[in-house]
């Protein structure tokens, strides 16, 4: 049972459009707060796109996402589960970047997180770019590596760009594996698509063991079919699930720096972290929601409408 400190503010109480905005409208309480020994599981936010290579913005992402996120009920529609009933979940604020030196933010997520991980807190993080989940799986995958299942329509898994060793949103998972961060043999990338320069990044999956799953297969398949074999890969292994918004159709998340066309609509883009449901998820994040490309608020609400379906998973593996 949770306590009633770390419930959030209904609607039936104070009408959402009211109010301070916080995740889920949680208590905020951050890293030594007198609450913060109490959270089961934190969300945090990650407002930095350092390593964007293109069409910036997520930097916005966190404050867009937390006035979305008001609107969020506290009854998951189809299981009925009500996490705030069963864990202590909290805003647990923004990690402070530097938004001009990219080693240097690196650095404070990465301490950021090594502290939410000795402290026992799993975390559910909102982008920010995707470079962000590298300094965070540094935080909690240095002692033992963990699985991966990656909703997207890029894999990530880029040489750098520009030559040289530069890191960017492109190449996080080839790093992670690089450092020993994630077993590839526990990790799935599902909705891959797009047009592409070359096949280094397929190639650098064919060569480790990461299990891609391109846009045609998951289609041609079905979801619960491909999702019963990621389940199979990652196994009762700790897992990380990381969500990048543009894995879903442009049409219903167009809000992002790089989209590509041809993706799941709406319901889909749920029903894949449905089926992540009694799988150990360890950690989570919604990546990529850029507000400067997302004038309807949209990608927003869709970015808060997949994390809450990864707080129930998050919630399922306690
Ligand atoms: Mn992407
Ligand atoms: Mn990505």
Known sequence: MSDPFFKPISGMELPRFAGVPTFMRLPLVPVGHDRFASVDIGIVG??????????????HGPR???????????????????????ANVADLGDVGPNPVDLHDTLERIE???????????????????????????????????????????????????????ALTHGNPFRV???????????????????TAYDSADRDFARANGIRIVTIEELFARGI???????????????????????????????????????????????????????????AADLVEVSPP??????TAWMGVSVMFELLCVLVQAL
């Open 46 to 59: 990650l407002p930095w796109d350092g390593g964007t290579s293109n069409r910036p913005g997520a930097r």
């Open 64 to 86: 867009q996402l937390r006035d979305a996120s008001t609107m969020i009920r506290a009854e998951h529609p189809v299981t009925g589960l009500r996490p705030y009933e069963v």
């Open 111 to 165: 301490a950021y997180y090594l502290g939410l991980k000795a402290a026992g807190v799993r975390p559910l993080s909102a982008g920010g770019d995707h470079l962000c989940t590298l300094p965070v799986l540094r935080g909690l995958a240095k002692d033992a590596p963990l699985g991966l299942v990656h909703f997207d329509s890029h894999t990530d898994l880029f040489p750098a760009y520009f030559g040289g060793r």
């Open 176 to 194: 992670a594996v690089e450092e020993g961060l994630l077993d590839p043999k526990r990790c799935v990338q599902i909705g891959i698509r797009g």
């Open 224 to 282: 619960p079919d491909v999702m019963a074999e990621a389940r199979e890969i990652l196994g009762r292994g700790a897992t990380y699930c990381s969500y990048d918004i543009d894995f879903i159709d442009p049409a219903f998340a167009p809000g992002t720096g790089t989209p590509e066309v041809g993706g799941p609509n709406s319901f889909q883009a749920l029903q894949v972290v449905r089926e992540l449901s009694g799988l150990n998820i360890v």
């Open 293 to 298: 490309f997302d004038p309807s608020g949209g």
